[in-house]
DNA sequence: AACATTATGTCGACT
DNA sequence: ACATAATGTT
């Protein structure tokens, strides 16, 4: 698997006969480098300025993208280096994907051989399984998830007789993700910040976490990159490999890195010192992940030499968009400071738009994507981006009455869902039986008999032995430690992974995993599961089982999901987007919605608490980001009233409104609203009184609001919320009715509700008593028969 | 060990 | 309000 390293001499060398550079270097000769054209000066600068330090400030959407994919295309048609000699690293999978598709198509054939081009935590597991055995590792390591590591750390504080009571596991693994931020190992911890957890313990648990780790030879995400920069300093000689082999690096996203990112750019640019950088620092989000936007401001300092490029022309977004947008970012202290200038007409004011509560809210904007619909907009084309995930399903549930198709992006994740994370350690265990955790995860799924205390039997033989669960499990068996119905359910299991293990070089991995799954049991503990979500857990096995398809074999696929975690839904029909504003980075949408911009939620009231003013300045780029997506239309909204945690609380609109600019901004009345919106009067500060409600509790969106249960009452199990929802609603049907002829009492099963008993029929407008959601109204299009 | 009940945290964004 | 974890019961 590892190719060798030092497979070339260190002088400049002529591309390969046939390969990519040569044949796109043959293509410039003949043709002129036609993939230069269109690019503006700056632009231009940014793709030709190879050597040296190079950063990019890149504003929204003035064509970062295309800078660094021409850049790496130059590159490789000058022959300045071989596709493998160029490291080009971005935060998510899907940038990565995108930057490769666009290279390719920029030379008019596949990228191969780009190797170096990934996220940092693609590329740092590459380093770090081949440089395993420098940090104590096997090559073949395991990636914990976020959820393997909690209960890694849960047993960690049992064994130490910590009380996860007072000392929660997530609490740990927090403080040990932000100090693997920082680069900070656990003898490097500042001693205040160790004190804060278990009298004093933290440093100490983080030490014991990764002896733990590389015991069971796993590492968690941080690993990912930590591992690689003590393999550097570690080893001159390794990083000096490296040093010969990037001869150009490209990083996208730069106002993102955090510390150990940008140590680990620092230590690898020592080498050729041809280090281009792209960010924004208007659009650094990720604070509270370890970003460090000083790293940004502080590039030329760190590279001294370095060339700074501005990219200022926009070419997505229309005047008014970019001119709210700009206006609202100004108020930002502490910015390298771009203007951003429109390529095009003013076009249509960014609108804003008051609701009573968050249905209101919901239904409003469907309405107004329906009504775009009509005049000919695409759905592909509109966008509503949310501040937190759990605004998502007021809009999905809404949509769903309405039979609008759409698509939530990043929502309760694939991988993340209990079957495929079941389905997922089965795999793991047949394909290292070292995977412990893995391992404990499915003894007793389905059930077999086996509980803690047989599990604990296991552990304790494997710890006496070191061997790994399933030899310890064997070694109870054939000695007859276990008895009885357990002995025997476990002797079944060894030899059913005995069974699959062998057939890992036989069979291909999707037929394996069907198999595996089958007699083990699994799919059969769901079909016989008669709860509404087990049809959907069945459809998502298979979804998984299809999924590995395109890859080579088990152990690539593993490797995929462990770094990957988001599942990509082929493209399917016309439908709109519903993602969080930081799934939006780097996106853009004719028409976007912006609602929920209310105190407390936008700005969050967390950030506000825990980082102050930077955390204020954050939630204002965010705000910036979720504007500049818009290419044609920018919809904000706000709702007086939200539920948070149950509670109907009321809410102030957001201090951002009130910074926009008003020569860019229509205030709206919400169309169809109780009491006409919040009336057109705003005063100066035109938001602030922006409740006529709040005082007089006899207006009919009040009382909606009690009946549905607010903070007082507590619905009868029949009366649920689907009732009041269309009290004035007049559910619409989006599409002609054809009544897919369901009789009342006929037995019908929905997606997103399971099973149900069909009440009554109006139209194609069914009423249907749901077993686990009580009574809805859906159309006959989203029920099948059960 | 398996099920039923109760208590608790969650809903801040992500690799 | 909901889902999961912890606790109690058989």
Redesign the pocket.
Known sequence: MPEPLADRPGEFAAPRPGGIAARAAAGLRAAGPDYLAGLNPEQREAVETLDGPLLVLAGAGTGKTRVLTTRIAHILALGRARPFEILAVT???KAAREMRERVGKLLGQAAEGMQWLG????IGTRILRRHAELVGLQSSFTILD?DDQIRLIKQVLSAENID??RW?A?QLAFAI?GWKNRALGPKDVPAGEAQAFAAGRGAELYGIYQARLKQLNAVD?GDLLLGPIRIFRDHPDVLEQYHRRFRFMLVDEYQDTNVAQYLWLRLLAQGSKNLACVGDDDQSI?G??GAEVENILRFERDFPGAKVVRLERNYRSTGHILNAASHLIAKNEGRLGKTLRPQTELGEKVTVAGSWDSGEEARAIGDEIEALQSKGHKLDDMAILVR???QMREFEERFITLGLPYRVI?GPRFYER?EIRDAMAYLRVVASPADALAFERIV?VP????????LKLINERARADEVTLPEAARRLCDAGEMKGK?RAALKDLILSFDRWSGLIDKTPHTELAEIILEESGYTDMWAKDRTAEAQGRLENLKELVRSMEPFENLRGFLEHVS?V??ADRGPSEDAVTIM?L??AKGLEFDTVFLPGWEEGLFP?Q??LD??GRA?LE??RRLAYVGLTRARRRAKIWFASNR????MWQSSIPSRFLDELPEADVDVVEAPATFGGGMGGGYGPSRFDNAQPFSSTYATPGWRRAQER?GATA??GPGARRGGPMTIEGELVASSSAKSAGFKQGARVFHQKFGNGTVVEVDGNKLTVSFDKAGEKRVLDGFVKAA
């Open positions: 935060f998510t999978n996220t940092f935590h693609s976020t996860d009571k929660p997530r993700d995400f990720y509270w992940r937190a995930s759990f990043g209990a007793n059930k077999r008999g086996l509980g803690d205390a047989a357990a770094l975690m988001d969080t930081h799934g969050h967390r950030s825990e980082s955390g954050e939630e539920r948070v945690h149950g249960g507590s619905p």
